[in-house]
């Protein structure tokens, strides 16, 4: 399925002033960026409008603020910052979003120049959607560019808002992340291998239940493996479970059957007494799991069995760790599968979600995978099969 959205290249950018809705969603330590992934992931669309004559205004969310005014730890500045020192380009920051200051900084605006505005959570009218802010967002500009993947599944005042006034399209980093997320399912290269970990099922279902309609492998660790291992009878002692997913995890089971998928689970796991830095990790068959102890990674024999199916493949979707990798430990299986991943030379990967990108950068195989997502969520219900507000409000190509 190719991207159905308008992109900057079809339009005129010329002259322009450009609103473009990024994600600088960024980590603060003392005021200073701590991971610029998502600013330079935004830089290829930014660099596109200032090269076509472009007036490029950015606006951004950053952090959690209140929604009642100015939170000075949470502001944009430190992103417009690092976005200068980053590209070279003509950056200023305005300490305002939807008033008079912001107008008249971006009505200033020379061809070439950027303009980040401050967070558009410090008003809670942001996350109601309200129609006002939306117009006064869209009043700065002639174009509404949309290139925040990691928001694109909130329908949020500058997320949608601007696409009701102005003719809106789709960034490069939109572009890219939607394609990737949505054609392997179109299209997969066969064998088509996933691999789901993470704390719950619960927050996965919906992952688990449409992979389970593409893929020929599924992989099961993390801490959702237990609920499955209840789901086939076995006692897990005092492993993370979610009781009222156990009918859903044999629903998930009986529909591997039928689809004809390979549905893995650990044959073996690493249990410690307590949940802990300092706890010890044995190793233990799935089905014996003493009745106080706690999985906390899978185990050496479930490495091999999973490694041999991801060597296989030729399309591989990974998203959640499949131990408590947070602790060095019980990082073994996620770092054995991230590896089998990275060794797998001729499939195209693709990693979603927040736990399991900070584990492969942990590990230093970021540049070994296909396509890392820059959105948690967004990822998620692409991967869901679900539409994005965001995406929904652009123009049809
Ligand atoms: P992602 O962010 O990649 O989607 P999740 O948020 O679903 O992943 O899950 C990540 C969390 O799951 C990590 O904090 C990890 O410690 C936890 N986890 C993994 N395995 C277990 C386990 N056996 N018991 C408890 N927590 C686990
Ligand atoms: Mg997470």
Known sequence: ????????????????RVLVRVDFNVPLDH????????????IPTIQYLVDHGAKVILMSHLGRPKGDGPEPELSLKPAADKLRELTGLDVTFVE????????????SLKPGQVLVLENVRFDKREKKNDPEIAKKLADLGDLFVLDAFGTAHRAQGSVVGPAAYLPAVAGFLLEKEVDTLTSIFADPKRPFVAIVGGSKVSSKIGVLDHL?????TLIIGGGMAYTFFLAKGYTVGTSLIEPDWVEAAKDMMKKAE???????????????DHFGEDATGTVVPSNEIPD????MDIGPKTEKLYADAIKDAATIFWNGPMGVFEFDQFSKGTKAVAEAIAQNENCTSIIGGGDSVSAINKFGLADKMSWISTGGGASMELVEGKDLPGVEALENA
């Open 31 to 42: 005021g200073n960026v701590a991971d610029d992934t998502r600013i330079k992931a935004a």
């Open 96 to 107: 305002d979003t939807y008033g008079e200051k912001a107008k008249e900084a971006a009505e």
């Open 292 to 295: 106080d102890m706690m999985g």
């Open 1 to 16: 399925m190719a991207f159905s959205k308008k992109t900057v290249k079809d339009i005129d950018v010329d002259g322009k």
């Open 258 to 272: 039928k689809n004809g998928v390979n549905l893995l689970l650990p044959v073996d796991n690493v249990v410690a």
């Open 212 to 216: 389970l309609d593409s893929v020929d």
